[in-house]
């Protein structure tokens, strides 16, 4: 367990829709990431959150945004979901500032399913 | 996009086997590592290699870095039905936390 939580588990959405997914950082953890991995494929990175900024972002198109709060948690909102939007949500924790640490802890995913 | 391919993408032994996997990537980096994800959950993190590094042990898990050839392997010693999942390698570049992955080795052991 790495201590990073993510809800809801599993989620079904129709097309058009906006969906918010949730993330928990692990402990001590200020940096949160989030992926999307589509059936068979490796994790695409979207984008960061340090200190409550988005500190890059892959090739996501806008309707792709978040939010970190205070606490150092995050959310993913997608609207207008396509159908291609379909897959697992990974959000990986990690700790900015302490030299040279890329080990990124990642909860165990939310899969949406959009219809 | 893709930074890493896994090869193979498929790999099927015995308990009690080595498993290797092989993995390469574009451009440079300043680290690279290596994650097993069971059954399309979470990824838990194996093993991390610098780029100033050739080779790193973490208890039966063995990690080679060839930066000239821009290319790394994981080997699985001694093999057990528990090991059976997809594994992933990911590189970073100086200055990004971005985690770039390949698309994966999917290996199963068989008791």
């Known amino acids: 367990e790495t201590g990073v939580t993510q809800s809801p588990t599993h989620l079904i959405k129709t097309r058009g829709q906006q969906v918010t997914l949730r993330c928990s950082s692990q402990s001590g953890h200020n940096t949160v990431s989030w992926y999307q991995q589509a059936l068979g494929q490796g994790p695409q990175f979207i984008f960061q959150y340090y200190r409550e900024e988005e500190n890059g972002r892959g090739n996501f198109p806008p309707r792709f945004s978040g939010l970190q709060f205070p606490n150092y948690s995050s959310e993913l909102n997608v609207n207008a979901l396509e159908l291609d939007d379909s897959a697992l949500y990974l959000c990986?924790?990690?700790?900015?500032?302490?030299?040279?640490?890329?080990?990124?802890?990642f909860g165990p995913g939310t899969r949406l399913l959009v219809l | 996009s893709q930074q890493g391919e896994e090869d193979p993408q498929a790999l099927s032994i015995q308990e009690g086997e080595n498993a290797t996997m092989n993995c390469s990537y574009k451009?440079?980096?300043?680290?690279l590592q290596w994650y097993r994800q069971n059954s399309g959950r979470g990824l838990v993190h194996l093993i991390l290699?610098?780029?100033?590094?050739r080779e790193k042990h973490s208890g039966r898990l063995r990690v080679t870095l060839d930066t000239s050839k821009k290319s790394s392997s994981l080997l699985i010693t001694a093999s057990r039905a528990a090991d059976t999942a997809s594994y992933f390698c990911?590189?970073?570049?100086?200055?990004?936390?971005?985690?770039?992955f390949g698309k994966g080795t999917k290996l199963s052991v068989i008791p």
């Open positions: 990911a590189t970073d570049k100086a200055g990004s936390y971005q985690l770039t």
């Open positions: 990986a924790s990690s700790s900015k500032g302490q030299g040279v640490r890329q080990t990124q802890y």
């Open positions: 451009t440079s980096i300043n680290n």
């Open positions: 290699i610098r780029s100033n590094e």
